[in-house]
């Protein structure tokens, strides 16, 4: 494992200015994505070539000084490899084929590992070429995230077919949990190994689980995956990011097992530093779309989670992807004001 800023958060080391990157940091938002893009017939043959892999990963560190490169894939590469048809279309996102209750046979004896090779390559060379003061960062979605794309089939407004599939007494719901934990501990695994510095896992709907099922999909997959890894003796620190999890981000500090845990834009950094685990890392949480335009509180917002964060332990992001919009002269300015902090 590599020494560097983000590691020595976690070792509990002194830093003098947190940390920073990006989620999403690798996307549109650089028009220089699109040639690379364009060199693939569609956005999973994308993510499948290691070349390009490599190429987009690197591509915001010539823009930015950052202290982490997260793997250019997608968290929809697992439903990809357990054949459910996925495509990206534009203007829609995300589709595939919807999964029919009790259709579970298709879940079984899927070689991820194999399957999802590319992304291995890339991360060894990722890991020999990148900078060592740059953390390398492997990912995977939460089990809850990646099932409500399976049963909707896409993105959908209330996960409804999810949710009526958690109440009702099948068991399918639960194997399909069970098999993506195995998946997502397999490459995890996988990503740790090929030199990954630090993971994490993505739960992006997190917020649509009822409050009376959170132990069952917010916490526990998410707990098992990690005590997984652990055993198979991945140690590597992970972040977990339930998305818009409220006040159910309590109970998930303490029991998921995560690291660190990742904030939203919604959430305020004073009532995370009373309610959420004192022993874990934050990472967040500016609003991504005060990167769009230009924006004269931008100086005094990044200013304030640097005051309210100071001699906490803390990874300066944003609370949600950038978006296309973003402008690379905002990203900058956060940069050089985070850099600059206390120095
Ligand atoms: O730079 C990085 O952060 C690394 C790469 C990365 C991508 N997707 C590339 C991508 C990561 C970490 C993800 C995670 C991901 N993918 C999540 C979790 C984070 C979140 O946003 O909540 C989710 C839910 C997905 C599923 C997904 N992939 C969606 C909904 C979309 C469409 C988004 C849109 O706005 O069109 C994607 C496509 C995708 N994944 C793009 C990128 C750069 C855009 C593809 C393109 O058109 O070029």
Redesign the pocket.
Known sequence: MYNNKIINVFNKENVSSPPIWF??????HIPE?FSI?SQSKN?ID?CLNTDLIVQS?KL?LKYYNIDAA???????MIPWAMKRNVQ?V?GV??VMDPMIPNETEILNDIDIKNLLRPLDKALKILRSSIPNHVSLIG?A?APW?LAC?MIEGQ?TKDFLLTRKAVWSSNNWFNKLIDSLIDYVVDILEMQANAGADVL?I?D??AHMIPSFFWKDFGISPTKKIINNLRKRNILIPIIG?P?KAGSSLINYSYESGVDCLALDWTVDLNWAIKNINPNIVIQGNLDPASLIDNNNNLDKSVKLILDTMNNKRHIFNVG??L??ECKIENIKKVIEIVKNYNN
């Not at 989620?23 to 549109?28: D, I």
């Not at 997260?70 to 929809?76: E, G």
């Open positions: 989620l999403r940091q690798a996307g549109r994505y893009r956005f994308f990963t915001p997260i793997v250019f894939s997608d968290i929809l990206f534009k996102g995300p990912f979605g995230t794309y993105s994490m993505f992006s709907w990011f998305f949600h992807g978006t296309p």
